[in-house]
């Protein structure tokens, strides 16, 4: 079946401009984590949501990140006004429910000029 | 908190050698492990996994073994084959209440030559 998907695979934006980005989860899982992947960093934790609810946003690193999920499936993450220390490979999983083996998209690749 | 660290590279063998990459964690409770691999240009893909002390996870011919003693959970392959060259993520999940996200160590890229 279909794996997590993400969109878009690239985006470039200018410092200050606010940016999206999608995941949709495997069809069933009601589980959704948010990672970010950069060199200096490694992989950190973002958010997770189990259903629309979100019980865990302790990795958001300011208020200007956001998150959302829909009808428990498909998820929006925001980052107003960009900065550079904003670029970075923003990776979405998904798991059957919380505990269970997580599955990740291929990335969104956010670079801020 | 929880943290896991892992060897770091670049770690280059030669093809039919023998790879270990260690990992060693700090965890509240009893974590689950995981080896996660990224091949280049390509996502994260779950390799293996351990969810309990003395369980051993395998796959492709990779193993490790979750080991309380010595918190450790070490990635091993006999015979490491070009195709094996990828960045490999040793990762924690502890748990409870909400916390259900994995803790990552840095990764360690592997580079298989010919």
């Known amino acids: 079946g279909a794996g997590v998907s993400q969109s878009p695979s690239n985006k470039v934006t200018e410092k200050g401009k606010d940016v999206e980005l999608r995941c949709d989860p495997i069809?069933?899982?009601?589980?959704l984590y948010w990672y970010r992947q950069s060199l200096g960093q490694g992989l950190e934790f973002l958010i997770y949501f189990q259903g629309n609810s979100a019980p865990d946003k302790s990795g958001l690193p300011s208020d200007r990140f956001s998150a959302e999920r829909t009808g428990g499936s498909v998820s929006t993450l925001t980052i107003q006004r960009t900065q550079q220390e904003d670029s970075a490979v923003y990776l979405c999983?998904?798991?059957?429910?919380?505990?269970?083996?997580?599955?990740f998209g291929p990335g969104t690749r956010l670079t801020v000029t | 908190g929880n943290s896991v660290t892992q060897m770091e590279g670049p770690v280059t063998l030669s093809e039919e050698a023998f790879l270990t990459i260690n990992c060693t964690y700090t965890?509240?409770?009893?974590?689950?492990l995981f080896w996660y691999v990224q091949y280049p240009g390509e996502g994260l893909q779950l390799l293996l996994k351990?969810?309990?002390?003395?369980d051993k996870g395998s796959n492709k011919g990779f193993e490790a073994t979750y080991r309380k003693e010595t918190t450790s959970f070490h990635l091993e392959k006999g015979s490491v084959q070009v195709s094996d060259s990828a960045v490999y993520f040793c990762?924690?999940?502890?748990?409870?209440?909400?916390?259900?996200?994995?803790?990552f160590g840095k990764g360690t890229l592997l580079t298989v030559n010919p």
């Open positions: 965890a509240t409770g009893y974590p689950s």
């Open positions: 999983a998904s798991s059957l429910a919380p505990g269970y083996e997580q599955y």
């Open positions: 990762a924690l999940y502890s748990g409870g209440g909400s916390n259900y996200k994995l803790t």
């Open positions: 351990a969810t309990k002390a003395d």
């Open positions: 069809s069933g899982h009601t589980a």
